[in-house]
């Protein structure tokens, strides 16, 4: 159970993750050593976690890409899972990868649809081998950034501030986390430089100096650089579990497209990842427990209900936190270096 002042302090580093501890400090109202002693507190108990998120749209990766399958009972997810992972989980583009006994999904990023269709004919064929399949095929929603909106990344700020009864008048957050834009071009410096703060997202310049024997100097001149050019987007990822969530749901809908209908889904705090394209909705949402999720659940189905605006039946998947494998957990590095050139 966290204090009010750890309740406020991991709010704010959630949903502030680029500020500076005085800055936070002042935020929540707290003085500023009782703010880094919780800090200190939270990180050491490990209730958050530090990724940074490569923003590739506008360097050649075309592709947001979630996969999911049912499978038959009669292999367990352990023995799927030891056999996956030396088939399908080395793909690089593959950061999230989710597994219980009788289904699983994957996040993905791609340069384009080749690589995408290279990864689904190998997930087909290595369970068809294995004999995991069940009647259908796996599934897939492809989002293109250029036609995409991702309206919440791994966002979980509007979770924990209802959750924790959170008080602060916040700015309104920006509905659209992979803006495209003219396409980047990075030096050698720069690209080795951002591909290195995407695997250590809590190294300094001078850590980083020694890790990559450039000079600290170019290091912190290449950080401001893909900072302006807002090619990175820290996140602090909450520790779930240790928060009391025990259910995490996948959702694959096609919605007849109406004006506000995103916006009143996004505005939902316990939806942490969503992501539209056209008719096409993906979301992950969050729950304390089976009850929380069977309500919100009947509420959003009547609004869409009433409102006329299913095209077909929706696919709706609760894990248990505490019993899904999670195979691979939001693991940036390979396809940033694959899709920037650095890759051997």
């Not at 050491?44 to 050649?60: A, D, H, M, S, W």
Request: aromatic share 10%; with cysteine.
């Amino acid at each position: 159970m966290l204090s009010k002042n750890e309740e406020n302090t991991l709010y704010a580093l959630i949903r502030y993750p680029d500020e500076s501890n005085t800055e936070l400090s002042r935020k929540t109202k707290m003085k500023y050593p009782t703010f880094v002693s919780t800090k200190k507190r939270l990180m050491k108990e490990k209730y958050f976690r530090t990724i940074n998120v490569p923003l590739l749209q506008n360097l050649g990766c075309e592709l947001l890409v979630v996969n999911y399958s049912d499978f038959s009972p009669s292999v367990t997810a352990e023995t799927r899972i030891r056999r996956t992972k030396k088939t399908i989980e080395i793909f690089d583009e593959i950061f999230l990868s989710v597994g219980e006994t009788q289904n699983g999904f994957s996040f993905l990023f791609s340069k384009n649809y080749s690589d995408t269709a290279r990864i689904k004919d190998a997930r087909i064929k290595v369970f068809t081998e294995m004999g995991v399949l069940g009647n259908e095929k796996p599934k897939e929603a492809i989002f293109p950034f250029s036609m995409s909106r991702i309206y919440r990344f791994f966002d979980f700020a509007p979770l924990l501030k209802r959750d924790f009864k959170i008080g602060l008048n916040d700015e309104k957050q920006d509905y659209d986390f992979f803006p495209t834009d003219k396409k980047i071009s990075l030096t050698r410096n720069e690209k080795i430089v951002y591909s290195a703060l995407i695997k250590n997202p809590e190294a300094n310049d001078k850590t980083l100096e020694k890790k990559l024997s450039i000079s600290r100097h170019t290091i912190s001149t290449s950080r401001k650089n893909l900072e302006k050019g807002n090619l990175i987007k820290t996140i602090n990822f909450p520790n779930l579990k240790k928060l009391g969530y025990s259910i995490l749901v996948f959702s694959h809908l096609l919605l007849h497209q109406r004006k506000g209908v995103n916006e009143k889904l996004a505005s939902n705090p316990s939806k942490v990842f969503f992501a539209s394209r056209g008719p096409e909705k993906v979301i992950l949402s969050v729950y304390k427990n089976y009850e929380e999720f069977r309500r919100d659940s009947a509420n959003t189905m009547k609004y869409l209900e009433e409102n006329n605006l299913l095209i077909s039946e929706p696919v709706i998947r609760p894990h248990s936190i505490g019993a899904m494998i999670v195979i691979k957990d939001m693991v940036f590095g390979p396809i940033t270096e694959k899709i920037l050139g650095l890759k051997g």
